[in-house]
């Protein structure tokens, strides 16, 4: 990937540790008005989003999209990285991709999951597999990550209380490299 990326009008870059805050205002959002993150808005802390831009930065992949009319704004993000544990050393994991609610449905994530698939295809020849867990009533986000490949592995049952006074399954998703010789 070049540093930027420009499809439409929407340009993916590689985050920093200086988009803190404007990842946390998107996190926080994406919890208040649509869901399908685990976390709710008072548990998008400072911590939790430098821990994984940290751990993104250090052994993944983080980007972002700006919002063309205001840069300061983030409009979506997605990030993955390794366990730190030498026998998943070939596994991306605790992938989250958000896109800010009034923005979703416009091919944003799409672009963006797009950039990370070819950044791990082109830079991370190591990453034999990428891993994620959506929720099973997160029926958009399943269908959006078997257009990329991702096959449902299982189903973690009662692993998610919604808060709705019933709980739901968690969908373990995974995707391995086309063409790898290690299977
Ligand atoms: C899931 C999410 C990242 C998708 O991003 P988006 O920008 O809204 O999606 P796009 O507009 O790029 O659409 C991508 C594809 O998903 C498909 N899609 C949309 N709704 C779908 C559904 N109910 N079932 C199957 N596919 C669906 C679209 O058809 C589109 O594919 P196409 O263009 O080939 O038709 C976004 O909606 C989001 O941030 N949701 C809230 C947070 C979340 O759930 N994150 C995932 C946690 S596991």
Redesign the pocket.
């Known amino acids: 990937m070049g540093q930027f990326l420009m499809k439409f009008e929407y340009k993916v870059r590689r985050a920093t540790l200086a988009d803190l805050h404007k990842i946390m205002a998107l996190y926080r959002e994406?919890a208040l008005n649509?869901?399908?993150?685990a976390r709710e808005a008072d548990e998008i802390t400072g911590v939790y989003v430098r821990s994984f831009i940290e751990k993104s930065l250090g052994s993944g992949v983080i980007l972002v999209v700006e919002n063309p009319s205001d840069p300061e704004e983030l409009i979506a993000e997605v990030h993955t990285y390794t366990l730190g544990i030498k026998v998943f050393a070939h596994v991306f994991s605790d992938l989250?991709?958000?896109?800010r609610p009034g923005f979703?449905?416009?091919?944003?994530?799409?672009l963006l999951f797009g950039t990370l698939m070819e950044e791990i295809e082109e830079k991370h020849p190591e990453i034999l597999r990428v891993e994620?867990i959506?929720r099973e009533s997160?029926?958009?986000?399943i269908?959006?990550y078997k257009?990329f490949g991702f096959k449902v592995e299982g189903r973690m049952e009662n692993r998610i209380d919604g808060k709705t006074g019933r709980l739901e399954a968690d969908v373990p998703m995974g995707r391995i490299r086309p063409g790898q010789t290690r299977l």
Do not use: D, M, Y
């Open positions: 994406v649509s869901g399908g993150i989250t991709i958000v896109v979703q449905g416009r091919g944003i994530g799409k994620l959506a997160n029926e958009k986000a269908g959006f257009k």
